[in-house]
């Protein structure tokens, strides 16, 4: 039984992915976690500066999901190479660097710092994060996602991924758009902007009055957003929004997905990957299928 997934040159073990800012840079949760069960972790997204990020609180649980509005809170990119890198290395699970900027040339310094590092085999360009206040995402613009891949794809040679927002008309042109440019992944969905009011103060209850929305109310919607990249795309698809179970990772699988990404329920249950792929396991003895990558787009319509 195959469980084993390829990104490019980026050969994941199995198809589990934790994604960005749900599980620190890892070391957070050594003795925790069964590390050989995760194909990579995700980096919280790293920028040029330190963040102290968005003023408190930052996140709040709904009755049916969770808001957050951590607003990239990070060590800064020297700090990351410095104090971050050399633990997460440690670990016994493959890094994926989340690389965030407020212009190109935030970009453009990031990758080409860790273009220099040989230990770290892929990067996941952010284009997508609602926390931070800017007036345009780059992946609402499918013109802006495209000039900042292109230039980005010409500093490196490692395998790279691009994450882009569901928060616009049309995702298919944003994705076209990045694997025009050259991205060798689609890394989707991100959070939904919501926003949440306290009848009692009247004051919302995010410090930055809104955030993105997620856990597994927003799982139909995101299954629809990969089934419609996945129907325009040709390159892989790092696709979650709302996994909880194996079966929510099976759907994204049918849907399109390469391999799947788990955040929020990270917060609750670290280790959930392990209850992914041993459900994983058990569907694809049950089906008889020797390799998951044979699940990939299987929807029957």
């Given at each position: 039984m195959n469980l084993a997934v390829k990104i490019k040159n980026f050969q994941l073990r199995t198809p589990?992915?934790?994604?960005?800012?749900?599980?620190?840079?890892?070391?957070?949760?050594?003795?925790?976690?069964?590390?050989?069960?995760?194909?990579?972790?995700?980096?919280?997204?790293?920028?040029?500066?330190?963040?102290?990020?968005?003023?408190?609180?930052?996140?709040?649980?709904?009755?049916?999901?969770?808001?957050?509005?951590?607003?990239?809170?990070?060590?800064?990119?020297?700090?990351?190479?410095?104090?971050?890198?050399?633990?997460?290395?440690?670990?016994?699970?493959?890094?994926?660097?989340?690389?965030?900027?407020?212009?190109?040339?935030?970009?453009?310094?990031?990758?080409?710092?860790?273009e220099t590092k040989e230990e770290i085999e892929a990067i996941e360009v952010n284009l997508s994060c609602p926390n931070i206040k800017m007036k345009k995402m780059f992946s609402q613009d499918s013109e802006a996602t495209y000039n900042l891949v292109k230039s980005l794809r010409a500093i490196t040679k490692k395998t790279f991924i691009v994450k882009i927002t569901p928060e616009v008309s049309d995702i298919t042109e944003i994705a076209k758009a990045a694997q025009s440019a050259g991205a060798d992944a689609i890394s989707l969905v991100n959070t939904f902007f919501a926003l949440g009011i306290n009848i009692e103060t009247k004051k919302p209850y995010l410090g930055s009055v809104y955030g993105g929305y997620s856990s597994r109310a927003i799982k139909p919607l995101a299954l629809y957003k990969v089934w419609q990249v996945y129907k325009n795309v040709t390159i892989p698809l790092i696709a979650g929004g709302g996994i909880e179970t194996a079966n929510d990772a099976i759907e994204f699988f049918l849907a399109g997905a390469t391999a799947i990404s788990i955040g929020t329920i990270n917060l609750v249950y670290p280790d959930r990957a392990t209850d992914i792929l041993k459900g994983l396991k058990d569907y694809m003895k049950r089906k008889k299928i020797k390799d998951i990558n044979e699940l990939k787009g299987g929807m029957v319509s």
């Open positions: 589990i992915v934790c994604a960005s800012g749900t599980f620190g840079y890892g070391e957070e949760l050594k003795g925790l976690v069964n590390f050989k069960n995760i194909g990579a972790v995700t980096t919280k997204t790293i920028t040029i500066n330190s963040r102290e990020g968005n003023p408190p609180p930052r996140i709040y649980e709904t009755e049916y999901g969770v808001m957050n509005s951590i607003g990239l809170e990070n060590p800064g990119l020297s700090g990351f190479l410095a104090e971050k890198l050399p633990r997460l290395l440690k670990l016994p699970v493959k890094p994926l660097v989340s690389v965030g900027g407020f212009s190109q040339e935030d970009y453009e310094q990031i990758v080409k710092a860790l």
